[in-house]
């Protein structure tokens, strides 16, 4: 009988976490000679490139989880309660989670159902939903659409849920290691199934030499690899790529979220009051909203969604959320206040149709990997979480029933198809992409698909082309007016970054890379007038000699992992890669 050990390992950054956990299988720990370090770019000695190439020490499990998030946790967690309940031997996670955050709490009812009692931070029910359309000095309120009733929903942080949840999994004998990356796809000698993954070196300085400090990532080889590294995953990108998973699905769309958490005058806060807005400031072709929830201890947790798929060039999705903010209902409640905390994500909004192939030789992508955000619902912790639940239940019944070297996950895409995850997801699959005709339209026929076909309607809309592809050239544009920063509802953006807590280490590679670095210039300024400037949440790319000869300047120490540059860029040509030690964001309350 196999050993099994659930072992989170928290990754990327402190604020994008992801986890790994492992079920070792009965083979010991070995080395690995294979050098993973190429010196390509970099002036290296021999003596450089032999520490560099040097042996990664090596694990063997059964499997392994990639992502500390709910989806990632949720599979530790029934992974270790299974193992527990059939007599096996069996981990500061949630600083990068980014969420709105209200919950369904359905799947946590499946996987722990006395919740309450365990004292999970979900301490704020529900008690009013409003939905407003916005113009530019008034507010109209609107029947509040079917899917955005929260009767038995909870207002959360989600970075405490993700802690609590974490705190469960360590209760059954999961370890949990923050700050550690993982950073690699391991793969057969064939490259025809994954084998787990390696974590990243560490002590690599920013001119790409090892300092005093360097020491190698470690080779975790797994039977089965779980990728629940939330929405645009590193590995799970390459992964996606490598097998094809997207073919004949529709591409993934996105939108970025940016979020406050505000302190508010007592008398301004209505605790478990839920509020969504669309419309201003938004055009017709611009898919945006807000929300606006009152937590607990007079907090309000404030958002506003911008999908990717925008087409002007000139939109800076941050400077949107700050002008938002001006909206007289708005700040009205934000009106002797005080702005706390600030961060952003990206969010996959494709829905069913965007779903890629669930399963790869040797392994699954669970949770935001694969995309189960219900856009209409604006949730997807509940999805997340029962995606995790489906692959563990999968895979420890494969484990059971084989003992071939590597391992299939096919049965999980059934375990989909059968849930209740796929329901949520095919009733509301028509209303997201119905706004590629504009919001009016989007909106009517939400209301048609909605209320009369009551999701069923015998077609399927679909999402035409990835976010990249969608910009207007900026000759063909207009800026927006955007209303200077007043310092008491909007900020500059270099104040709202210091309330984000993000920090990487200065004397390391950038963690954001340049496939070419002459498209910026060559490509992007003629024809978009270097649309990263503005699309990115946190002033990390910045054209400087713009006068004599511009040039792309990166701050990756900025970056709050949010993932919109490796997503927006016209031509893909910016990568986020995980940095070293856990850098980035450090979410509290969020």
């Known amino acids: 009988m196999h050993r099994l050990i659930t072992r989170p390992l928290t990754c990327i950054s402190k604020g994008n976490s992801s986890a790994v956990a492992h079920q070792p299988s009965l083979r010991r720990p070995f080395s ?21 190439n040097a042996t990664r020490e090596s694990d063997e499990y059964d499997v392994v989880i990639v992502g500390g998030g709910p989806s990632g946790l949720s599979a530790a967690i029934r992974l270790k309660q299974q193992a527990n309940t059939e007599g096996r031997e069996a981990g500061e996670i949630g600083s990068h989670i980014l969420s709105g955050a209200v919950i369904e709490p359905r799947a946590l009812n499946e ?4 919740w309450k009692d365990r ?25 509040t659409p079917p899917q955005m009733h929260n009767d038995g929903n909870y207002i959360i942080s989600l970075a405490n849920l993700t802690r609590w949840l974490g705190a469960q999994a360590e209760d059954l004998g999961v370890d949990i290691f923050p700050g550690i990356g993982a950073t690699e796809v391991l793969y057969s000698e064939d490259g025809n199934t994954v084998q787990g993954i390696a974590t990243g070196d560490v002590g690599i300085g920013k001119s790409g030499k090892p300092t005093d400090n360097f020491a190698r990532g470690m080779e975790l080889k797994a039977k089965i690899t779980l990728l629940a590294e939330g929405c645009r995953g590193n590995l799970s990108k390459q992964v996606i790529s490598k097998f094809n998973l997207r073919e004949g699905k529709d591409p993934q769309i996105y939108g970025i979220g940016l979020k406050e958490v505000w302190e508010l005058d007592p008398s301004k ?28 201890n007079n907090l309000l947790s404030i958002g506003y969604v911008v999908g990717l798929d925008y087409r002007n060039p000139y939109l800076s999705p941050y400077r949107q959320f700050q002008q938002f903010k001006h909206h007289p209902y708005v700040s009205d409640v934000l009106e002797g206040a005080k702005c706390i905390s600030y961060g952003a994500r990206a969010l996959n909004e494709g829905g069913l149709q965007s779903i890629p192939k669930l399963h790869f030789p040797g392994g ?14 604006i949730k997807g912790i509940h999805n997340a979480m029962k995606s995790g639940m489906l692959a563990a239940d999968e895979a420890i019944k494969t484990l059971k029933e084989s003992d071939a070297p590597t391992f299939s ?3 999980y895409h059934d375990g989909f198809k059968n849930s209740w995850i796929y329901e949520d997801l095919h009733k509301v699959r028509n209303v997201k992409p ?6 009016y339209a989007g909106f009517a026929y939400s209301a048609i698909d909605t209320y009369l076909f009551r999701g069923k309607a015998p077609w399927t809309l679909h999402h035409q082309k990835p976010d990249n592809e969608c910009l207007k050239p900026a000759s063909e544009s207009k800026r927006p007016e955007y209303p200077k920063p007043d310092g008491k509802i909007s900020f500059d953006l270099l104040t709202s970054l210091s309330r984000s807590g993000t920090n990487h280490n200065e004397d390391q590679p950038p963690h954001l890379k340049l496939t070419d670095p002459e498209i910026p210039i060559k490509h992007n300024l003629p024809l978009y007038d270097n649309p990263e400037t503005r699309y990115c949440p946190a002033g990390v790319y910045e054209i400087i000699n713009a006068d004599t000869k511009p040039q792309l300047q990166i701050n990756a120490q900025n970056c709050l992992h949010c993932k ?27």
Request: glycine residues 12%; charged residues 15%.
């Open 564 to 590: 919109t540059c490796d997503i927006k860029d016209p031509l893909q040509n910016i990568n986020f890669y995980p940095p070293e030690g856990g850098g980035g964001p450090a979410y509290g309350t969020m």
């Open 434 to 439: 119905a706004f590629q005709w504009g919001n």
């Open 111 to 114: 996987l722990i159902p006395d």
């Open 364 to 377: 699954a992508l669970v949770g935001c990997s694969a995309g189960f955000l219900n856009v209409p619902k």
């Open 119 to 143: 004292g999970a931070p979900l301490n704020t029910a529900v008690k009013e939903d409003r939905f407003y359309w916005l113009f530019q000095k008034q507010a109209i309120r609107l029947p």
């Open 409 to 411: 996950m096919a049965g």
């Open 32 to 52: 690995s000679t294979a050098p993973r370090f190429t010196a390509k770019g970099f002036n290296l000695t021999d003596e450089e490139k032999e520490l560099m």
């Open 269 to 296: 806060h209505v605790q478990g009051r839920v509020v969504h807005t669309s419309g201003w400031p938004t055009d017709n072709h611009t898919w945006g909203g807000s929300w606006m929830y009152h937590m607990e």
